[in-house]
T-cell receptor
Framework: EDQVTQSPEALRLQEGESSSLNCSYT??????LFWYRQDPGKGPEFLFT???AGEEKEKERLKATLTKKESFLHITAPKPEDSATYLCAVHSENTDKLIFGTGTRLQVFP | DGGITQSPKYLFRKEGQNVTLSCEQNLNHDAMYWYRQDPGQGLRLIYYSQIVNDFQKGDIAEGYSVSREKKESFPLTVTSAQKNPTAFYLC???????????FGPGTRLTVL
């Protein structure tokens, strides 16, 4: 069965303290892995798409990487405005639907 | 400005009533989706449509209905048969089935 697991569930960082969020997936064939940012009470905002192992994408303080079993969202020198829930989702060859993880809630304190 | 709009932002319903949530997109996307989000759970797919006049059930379609009469619009009706309808509902769209999905701002439905 296709599965997506995100860790940790919650992460508290001091401003400037870099860290990584993890998204582990189990699928029979990966069509694409997606990262989203979601602020409280709002819809998810698209960040990145990764298609194959070794691929990397960057946007401001965020960098997403992909291996055959997991993806990392690296946050470099975070600021309080980076506080949000980060969602990971995968498309597998088994299904035509996106499978979402439960998210990592990030809080960055000044 | 291209994007996805959902209305209303907040909706209150009495038990036994049907309600319809609106979703409109001007991105010229072919595919549209409805998700439900509950605390501590991942987004769950209710219905999706890859083309006008066609739609498929997602993982939790019971108690919901949709229509896709226009490319831009994909309304969701929450019927009285839905046993636990209080949730945050999200509409999304994409160019194709395997492309990234873009989400609307959501509708929070509360059953009184």
């Amino acid at each position: 069965e296709d599965q997506v697991t995100q860790s940790p569930e919650a992460l508290r960082l001091q401003e400037g303290e870099s860290s990584s969020l993890n998204c582990s997936y189990t699928v029979s064939g990966l069509r694409g892995l997606f990262w989203y940012r979601q602020d409280p009470g709002k819809g998810p905002e698209f960040l990145f798409t990764l298609y194959s192992a070794g691929e990397e994408k960057e946007k401001e303080r965020l960098k997403a990487t992909l291996t055959k079993k997991e993806s990392f969202l690296h946050i470099t020198a975070p600021k309080p405005e980076d506080s949000a829930t980060y969602l990971c989702a995968v498309h597998s060859e088994n299904t035509d639907k996106l499978i979402f993880g439960t998210g990592t809630r990030l809080q960055v304190f000044p | 400005d291209g994007g996805i709009t959902q209305s209303p932002k907040y909706l209150f319903r009495k038990e036994g009533q049907n309600v319809t949530l609106s979703c409109e997109q001007n991105l010229n996307h072919d595919a549209m989706y409805w998700y439900r989000q509950d605390p501590g759970q991942g987004l769950r797919l209710i219905y999706y449509s890859q083309i006008v006049n066609d739609f498929q059930k997602g993982d939790i379609a019971e108690g919901y209905s949709v229509s896709r009469e226009k490319k831009e619009s994909f309304p969701l009706t929450v019927t009285s048969a839905q046993k636990n309808p209080t949730a945050f509902y999200l509409c999304a769209s994409s160019w194709g089935q395997y492309n990234e999905q873009f989400f609307g701002p959501g509708t929070r439905l509360t059953v009184l």
